[in-house]
């Protein structure tokens, strides 16, 4: 009888736990520090490469691409490729509602020779590469939840995001379906 009483509640345990699991693995449960699409961007101000502090809210009325990344980081470098060419074929163009779009690249190097090394070296011509330098220890990148990277966050013109980890073609889609329409 002990063994039925503890097959019972064993079973019981097992069966709240992977209820939990599954409501996680479908998106009905998350923690509170997730980041998804409609939430706002959370504010923050880091130095740039002349060392002046850049304020997320200072792009505001911009869509922007939070890119963050590190110069150590081969599949961020693999990237930038597709980041330059969707950043050249729509920074100067028309948006209904946003003035422009531009990529913020946030670094999570410790070594600035390296991170401006590799800015040149992946030929990254957008005007904001922000950094604190800390590395893993980066404030901004565990505001944004960010576990690994490369990871980046889609913002709409009010800062709220759009996309998170979205790839070329989405990030093109999103963009395309924002222009005015002449």
């Not at 950094?131 to 990148?141: C, F, H, I, M, T």
């Not at 980890?165 to 963009?175: G, H």
């Amino acid at each position: 009888m002990k063994k039925f009483q503890l097959l019972k509640k064993t079973l019981f345990v097992f069966s709240i736990v992977g209820s939990l699991m599954m409501l996680k693995a479908c998106g009905l449960f998350q923690s509170d520090d997730t980041l998804t699409n409609g939430s706002e961007a959370p504010e923050f101000v880091l130095p740039d490469i002349q060392g002046d502090s850049v304020a997320l809210s200072d792009l505001k009325g911009n869509i922007i691409l939070l890119d963050f990344w590190a110069s150590w980081c081969q599949p961020c470098r693999r990237a930038h490729p597709k980041l330059v060419e969707v950043y050249d074929r729509f920074k100067d163009a028309k948006f209904e509602r946003a003035n422009s779009f531009t990529i913020v690249s946030i670094s999570i190097d410790e070594h600035r020779d390296r991170w401006l090394r590799a800015i040149e070296e992946d030929k990254l011509s957008w005007p904001h590469h922000l950094s604190d330098l800390k590395g893993n220890r980066s404030e901004v990148a565990a505001l944004y939840n960010v576990r690994s990277i490369p990871a980046s966050f889609l913002l709409d013109h009010n800062g709220v995001i759009i996309g998170v980890n979205p790839d070329k073609n989405e990030l093109i889609r999103q963009l395309e379906w924002r222009l005015a329409i002449n």
